[in-house]
């Protein structure tokens, strides 16, 4: 895995928990991408034996390279399991993807085009509805020609958020770039960052275990260390298999610890972010 003159060799890090249908479509959108320079590395945050299997199965099938990093299950600890991933990398530039999000087939592409040094990428997502994500999972892979032709209907019947973003494409332009801190629209399922940046401010935050805002502590953290953000709408949409609510409990604590570090932020006035 190398990059040219000025292109970012990169890694893909997959995050996952025991959904081996998901991680399925996951890996097999990433098998299927157009630019195929990148590895692979599953940040496995402690899956039973049927996810290992899988993993072994598909890299085998594949010419990417493919890491599995584990560790053992006592609990949600995705800050955890992503920074052996983050460590186990071997890209210079790391998009964090979580294993129940599709790739569309330039997204690779679409994330080289956009890394910039001194700038991280924030990219969204399209929610699917429980009627396609079941037939996606049940038929094992996603033919992107076919969901197109079909999107308008599938939009019609609740089974996708928006459609454009499965045609268009927006130029890399200055109106990617915030000039401010903002924790709207950061989705930890699909970010983008040149990895001495990531390991510049310490990766994640391992305190912050359970459920949520790990990925907004994450983006502000980096905005402190003089990272900007870019937005990856338009470019690097990733399709959101649906599922039911994850346990949500500590997600309150979290959200106050994230608040007080904005809120004693020198680089914010006030504390003040939208």
Request: hydrophobic share 40%.
């Amino acid at each position: 895995m190398t990059g040219g003159p000025g292109v970012p060799s990169i890694t893909v890090i997959v995050n996952t928990y025991n959904w081996v249908p998901a991680l399925n479509l996951s890996f097999r959108s990433l098998m299927a991408q157009t630019d195929r320079d990148f590895e692979i590395v599953v940040a496995d945050d402690g899956s039973g034996d049927e996810t290992r299997q899988l993993v072994q199965k598909l890299a085998a099938a594949t010419d990417i390279a493919v890491n599995h990093v584990w560790h053992e299950d006592i609990g949600f600890r995705r800050t955890q399991i992503l920074n052996k991933a983050i460590e186990a990398s071997r890209g210079d530039y790391l998009i964090f993807l979580d294993g129940d999000c599709i790739t569309q087939p330039d997204f690779i592409r679409q994330h080289r085009r956009l890394a910039k040094p001194g700038y991280l990428v924030t990219g969204s997502r399209i929610m699917m509805g429980p009627d396609l994500s079941a037939e996606l999972c049940a038929r094992g892979d996603v033919d992107f020609s076919a969901l197109k032709r079909h999107a308008l209907r599938y939009r019609a019947g609740g089974q996708l958020a928006k459609v454009i973003p499965l045609f268009a494409r927006l130029p890399d332009a200055g109106f990617r770039d915030y000039h401010k801190f903002t924790w709207r629209r950061v989705k930890g399922c699909n970010i983008g960052s040149w990895k001495r940046d990531v390991v510049r401010i310490g990766g994640y935050d391992e305190g912050l275990t359970g459920w949520g805002h790990e990925d907004v502590d994450f983006v502000f953290r980096m905005y402190e260390a003089g990272i900007e953000r870019r937005s990856g709408t338009w470019a690097t949409e990733v399709l959101h298999i649906w599922h039911k609510m994850a346990d949500r409990s500590k997600a309150e604590g979290n959200w106050q610890t994230v608040m007080s570090r904005i809120q004693a932020s020198s680089r914010i006035a006030g504390g003040k972010v939208k």
